[in-house]
Nanobody, 124 residues
Framework: QVQLAESGGGLVQSGGSLRLSCAASGRTFSMYNMAWFRQAPGREREFVAVLSQNGVSTFYADSVKGRFTISRNNAKNTVNLQMNSLKPEDTAVYYC?????????????????WGKGTLVTVSS
């Protein structure tokens, strides 16, 4: 199974940008669809974006559409989330996840592997 580790979180002002990265170990990275989820304090973990194995198909949550971009590099076993025009409501712990399911609004329980998360804080 693939192991995942996120990086790139931090504190940013409203309107700013941040780029999250997820490094995967294991030879099976290219077999997985890769997704980002987030969990704000007191709230359930929610879907942010997902990218297909070959990088062709993407789905985004309505709340981030047009502001966030997911990308991957199968040669380097990495997946990134470029976040622009950040808002205070984007504050959350962001998780990288791997799975074989793809579509809009993925539920966390359908994903097969998770990283430990990286905290993003957007100040107003």
């Amino acid at each position: 199974q693939v192991q995942l580790a996120e990086s790139g979180g931090g504190l940013v002002q409203s309107g700013g940008s941040l780029r999250l990265s997820c490094a995967a170990s294991g030879r099976t990275f290219s077999m997985y669809n890769m997704a980002w989820f987030r969990q704000a304090p007191g709230r359930e973990r929610e879907f942010v974006a997902v990218l297909s194995q070959n990088g062709v198909s993407t789905f985004y949550a309505d709340s981030v559409k047009g502001r966030f971009t997911i990308s991957r590099n199968n040669a380097k076993n990495t997946v990134n989330l470029q976040m622009n025009s950040l808002k205070p409501e984007d504050t959350a712990v962001y998780y990288c996840a791997a799975g074989v399911v793809i579509g809009p609004g993925l539920r966390p329980d359908v994903m097969d592997a998770w990283g430990k998360g990286t905290l993003v804080t957007v100040s107003s």
